[in-house]
């Protein structure tokens, strides 16, 4: 029997800028990257993503407005 593993869907948590970038790398299509509700300073990530139309890789909170990025602890914060 030949199974294709690269069909399978996954999510996958992250809470460091470390963590997201791993994560970013080996995503496949149909993939969701969940990153932890807290609030993260000064994360800088390009993206190379290798998603579809139809399998799109999914980048989310943990939950709704849980994830603040922010450039420095003094500045206004921004909600993903």
């Keep these: 029997t030949n199974y294709n593993c690269t069909s399978l869907k996954q999510n996958e ?5 470390n963590e997201f970038v791993l994560a970013m790398e080996s995503a496949l299509p149909g993939d969701t990257i ?4 807290g609030i993260y ?5 390009l ?3 290798k998603g579809t139309p139809e399998n ?3 980048i989310k909170p943990e939950s709704p407005n849980g994830v603040i ?11 993903f």
């Design 13 to 17: 948590f992250v809470s460091t800028e």
């Design 34 to 37: 969940v990153i932890a509700d």
């Design 41 to 45: 300073y000064d994360w800088s990530v």
């Design 47 to 49: 993206i190379d993503a």
């Design 56 to 58: 799109k890789i999914t």
């Design 69 to 79: 990025f922010s450039t420095s602890m003094l500045s206004k914060s921004h909600t």
